[in-house]
């Protein structure tokens, strides 16, 4: 029973170009979002939130955006560069404490140049 | 700045064997949550602790158990080695103390587990 779900697992994208990462989530329970980029032999480092009183949220080249009534989230990056170039993932809280979280599977980003 | 540090980075263990995973906070935080991820998996939470009591705690069988010291490190046991134990286990530390607020928390690069 997957509560956040991430559908797809890669996504490539042209340097300069938008890339969109897409997440959908089952409880609407749920008070906030986080998503987290994670580097080969690195930790998943936390990149942006949203709570779930917002549609919208943004910081520099990154937006995420928050549609309640379909139980979606959307991370927008422009302009993609090649050192965005990581696996992303959608979170959401599990509860109890704010160090249990629960991830989506991720999705791979490409940025080529 | 040291972030959150994990030891050893990869260890290689036998089916049925017990291993010890070990973390170490940033300075100052409290709090320290365990994750497990799977290959093609998301992380997912194993135990959270704060101020060495067991704050949270998911759905993992009792073969997994862990600890906080006093000065916050923290230590995963895995009893029983299975071969589906096999995972990358993060570590994240964080304040854990900031009621009603974003509390962020930061990961380590993780230990690499192999069970064969």
């Known amino acids: 029973d997957q509560q956040v779900k991430q559908n797809s697992p890669s996504l490539s994208v042209q340097e300069g170009r938008i890339s969109i990462l897409n997440c959908d989530y089952t409880?609407?329970?749920?008070?906030?979002f986080l998503w987290y980029k994670k580097y080969p032999a690195e930790g998943p480092t936390f990149l942006i939130s949203i709570s779930s009183i917002k549609d919208k949220n943004e910081d520099g080249r990154f937006t995420v955006f928050l549609n309640k009534s379909a139980k979606h989230l959307s991370l927008h990056i422009v302009p993609s560069q090649p050192g965005d170039s990581a696996v992303y993932f959608c979170?959401?809280?599990?509860?109890?404490?704010?160090?249990?979280?629960?991830f989506g599977k991720g999705t791979k980003l490409s940025v080529k140049p | 700045d040291a972030g959150v540090t994990q030891s050893p980075t990869h260890l290689i263990k036998t089916r049925g064997q017990q291993v010890t995973l070990r973390c170490s906070p940033i300075?100052?935080?409290?709090?320290v949550s365990w994750y497990q991820q799977v290959l093609g998996q998301g992380p997912q939470f194993i135990f959270q602790?704060?101020?060495?009591?067991?704050?949270g705690r998911g759905n993992f069988p009792d073969r997994f158990s862990a600890r906080q010291f006093p000065n916050y490190s923290s230590e995963l046991n895995v009893n029983a080695l299975l071969l589906g134990d096999s995972a990358l286990y993060l570590c994240a530390s964080s304040w854990g103390n900031l009621a009603g607020a974003f509390d962020e928390q930061y990961f380590g690069p993780g230990t690499r587990l192999t069970v064969t």
């Open positions: 979170a959401g809280p599990g509860g109890g404490s704010q160090g249990n979280l629960i």
């Open positions: 300075s100052g935080h409290k709090s």
């Open positions: 409880n609407s329970m749920f008070d906030y």
């Open positions: 602790y704060y101020e060495k009591e067991e704050r």
